[in-house]
């Protein structure tokens, strides 16, 4: 667990920078860096799904993941109800509409710490082997990345240390107790399906089409109950 305990850390203390130079970044440099997340956010994305589709035994199930997640998520209105948490918070702290919204910004960091090959075979690796090589590439990637969404959106990115916390745990448990109960398929389809959820953040940041990200997470169930299946059948 060093590892996650590190990565953990490093977003608690770039969160914390970046918080305490947010009134220092004046709105036009606040859109700057909009523009960078966002762009970053896309490449982020696309790379993420590209690469891992050529090793897609199933190159359809990531649509149907895609699908019966949105599905889902627009069912239980997600989006609809962290948003409306969103402005009676705003409310009480009296903030004007033109201040970032945090839980777009904790969507989008959760995304971009969470999903991608550091974040899902680093634990399984510090499980089986002791490797933590790429839990700590991992934590120096999101140290900067914290430190700049903190500096948009305040000191509640902090939240997503904990969420990424569980989320690294969960992984390296099913490892350390299931050994191979995270076959190297399921972690494609994965990075596939989060990608595309990573390049919708993007999209969103950059105001080009708000595709309700946070109604598409359950998605990444779909390929985890897949392979679960799977594994009863066989």
Do not use: H
């Not at 918080?19 to 696309?46: C, D, H, P, T, W």
């Not at 240390?161 to 989320?167: M, R, V």
């Amino acid at each position: 667990m060093l590892g996650t305990i590190v990565n953990t850390i490093t977003i608690m203390a770039g969160s914390t920078i970046g918080a305490i130079f947010k009134q220092s970044v004046s709105e036009r440099y606040r859109k700057v860096l909009f523009n960078a997340l966002g762009l970053a956010s896309i490449m982020l994305g696309v790379n993420a799904s590209v690469s891992n589709m050529p090793k897609s035994e199933y190159p359809v199930l990531f649509i149907l993941s895609l699908a019966i997640g949105s599905l889902v998520g627009t069912k239980f209105d997600f989006a609809g109800r962290l948003e409306r948490f969103e402005e009676r918070r705003r409310a009480q702290r009296s903030q004007g509409e033109d201040q970032p919204k945090l839980v777009e910004g904790l969507t989008t960091g959760c995304l971009l710490y969470c999903i991608g090959t550091f974040s899902i075979v680093g634990p399984v690796l510090s499980a089986l082997e002791g490797d933590n090589t790429f839990l700590f590439t991992n934590a120096t990637l999101d140290f900067v990345s914290s430190a700049v969404l903190a500096a948009v959106y305040g000191w509640g990115m902090i939240l997503a240390a904990p969420i990424l916390f569980c989320w690294q745990g969960m992984f390296y448990a099913i490892a350390l107790i299931f050994r191979d109960a995270m076959p190297e398929p399921m972690r494609v389809e994965l990075s596939i399906v989060g990608g595309v959820l990573i390049l919708c953040s993007g999209l969103s940041l950059l105001n080009i089409k708000d595709c309700k990200t946070i109604n598409m997470l359950p998605s990444l169930l779909v390929p985890v109950i897949y392979y679960a299946i799977k594994s009863l059948i066989l």
